[in-house]
């Protein structure tokens, strides 16, 4: 385990440091952030004897807490980092929330149902999908909602394909759906091309920014190949590459994988623009001098990607 060779080699008391050093904050946060800072030396002190597996488990869950908030922290420096500002050459998009979104709960089942050759009556169907969807499906469940030891799997669900298969099975079972044989379809129908809905706005905005000699690049927080979605929707002949966590060994909002994106798209940070939907993930790259546009939910449409077009193309070139 990648946490028990930290904790036997010192490298864990010092990332510790790191996370837990003092700020300007209140007495109640300072009171917080030394529980915080005294339960993860403990963890550290079981990790270096012979933990259990349940103990691994236990302190996995916990890291990938401080984990988090270790990003939340490098996020909110990233406003210091020096910034070089020049011609967009690249942008990189987001997946989830930002180019596409995943199809309602009552479609998700009914399409999988039926690709399982599972005929059960509409009705019953949407009842089953209220249930599906109260347990956290088709897109799975955020991890506050979550268990020490299942979030433990689940922070490992975006690096490693198995574990992402093994968290939606699981979910799977707690939602108590009746259809055993359909489980293989109902995970399948969340890796289709049928399951995702692509933003018009979006597809619109990648054409023209194409158009314009911008190269795109998609970077996504996923634990599947997302290249054939893109590829079925017509999307793969205007993207120049896709990174994804699962392959590079790196979530955002970790600097890597934006890096990596950039050397892929044989750019430098501070020509590219990052878009997306999730400001504590998709600002890392602010840390390389790469500026960020967080997209509102709402206005829809257009208007939602304007500041793109703007933000890459310029306030004339945009508006045309």
Not at 80 to 87: D, K, L, Q, S, T
Not at 252 to 262: E, G, L, R, Y
């Amino acid at each position: 385990m990648i946490l028990i060779d930290r904790a036997r080699s010192g490298v864990g008391p010092v990332r510790l440091h790191r996370l837990f050093r003092e700020n300007d904050v209140d007495g109640a946060a300072m009171q917080r952030l030394d529980t915080e800072r005294q339960d993860a030396e403990a963890d550290m002190t079981l990790l270096r004897c012979s933990p259990t597996g349940t103990d691994v488990a236990q302190v996995t869950a916990r890291y990938a807490y401080v984990h988090a908030l270790a990003a939340r922290e490098i996020t909110a420096e990233s406003a210091f980092a020096p910034a070089r500002p020049g011609p967009v050459e690249a942008v990189l998009l987001d997946w989830a929330g930002t180019m596409a979104h995943l199809e309602s709960a009552e479609e998700w089942l009914s399409g999988a149902l039926d690709a399982a050759g599972i005929p059960v009556p509409a009705q019953d169907r949407r009842a089953w999908a209220r249930q599906a969807e109260a347990a956290g499906l088709p897109g799975g469940r955020r991890p506050a909602d979550l268990s020490p030891h299942s979030l433990a799997a689940w922070w490992r669900q975006q690096l490693d394909p198995k574990a992402h298969r093994d968290v939606y099975h699981r979910l799977l079972d707690e939602a108590g759906l009746p259809w055993p044989d359909a489980a293989g379809a109902l995970y399948r129908r969340t890796m289709s091309a049928e399951g995702w809905r692509i933003d018009p706005a979006a597809r619109r905005a990648i054409v023209r920014l194409c158009r314009a000699g911008i190269r795109i690049g998609v970077v996504s927080n996923i634990g599947w190949d997302l290249r054939p979605i893109l590829r079925q929707h017509d999307l793969l002949r205007w993207v120049s590459d896709c990174v994804m966590s699962y392959d590079v060994a790196a979530r955002k909002p970790s600097p890597v994988i934006f890096q990596t994106a950039c050397q892929r798209l044989g750019v430098q940070p501070h020509h590219t623009l990052m878009v997306g939907d999730n400001p504590e993930a998709d600002r890392g790259g602010e840390a390389l001098g790469m500026r960020t546009i967080i997209l509102p939910s709402a206005p829809s449409g257009d208007e939602r990607w304007q500041p793109v077009l703007t933000a890459a193309l310029g306030p004339s070139s945009a508006s045309n």
